[in-house]
């Protein structure tokens, strides 16, 4: 898979891995993947929908209740 690489310093990985082991997810990059998708769809999506319709399609993917 080719894309972007990042460091991190050795607390934020500490806690990066903490996370995802908490959450159930199979690997720390699973974790910041989906983390990842879910700020930056927040973020695209904020400047052409109101509010209402991005908390709508979020419950939708399950993401908020």
């Excluded at 050795?10 to 990066?16: I, P, W």
């Excluded at 720390?28 to 695209?44: D, Q, S």
């Amino acid at each position: 898979m080719r894309g972007l690489r990042i460091k991190l310093d050795e607390d934020l990985a500490e806690n990066v891995k903490q996370c995802a082991a908490k959450a159930g997810y199979s690997s720390p990059e699973e974790f910041v993947i989906h983390v990842l998708e879910k700020e930056t769809a927040l973020l695209l999506t904020s400047d052409t929908e109101d509010d209402e319709e991005v908390k709508k399609r979020l419950r939708g993917l399950g993401y908020v209740e």
